[in-house]
């Protein structure tokens, strides 16, 4: 199994960090009003996945903005979510603005 700072690597290396902005930009998403970049999505995942090695073997996800870090057994994995009830409000156009 590849150390924490290897597989990290391979997680950036692999992760469509364009779709993802992409979709966030589709649905109007802010981060607290802010305009997300992506270089920010990188900040983003960068910290959480961070923040999860740091933590105990037990903890096993966290996340922030839009993404979830997650661990077992040692093995890390970065996702994107969008829950299902935002995307019901997205298509209704009942998201707030700001």
Known sequence: ????????????????????YEAMHDMDWTWLGEVI??????????????????LPEDYSCVSSGGFMAQR??????????VEDSFIKK?????LPTS
């Open 1 to 20: 199994m590849d150390d924490f700072k290897t597989q990290k690597e391979k997680i950036f290396k692999n992760f469509n960090f364009d779709k993802v």
């Open 37 to 54: 970049t992506i270089d920010s999505l990188k900040e983003c995942a960068n910290e959480i996945l961070d923040d999860l090695e740091s």
């Open 72 to 81: 077992i057994h040692g093995h890390y994995k970065l996702f994107f979510v």
């Open 90 to 94: 997205f298509e209704k156009g009942q």
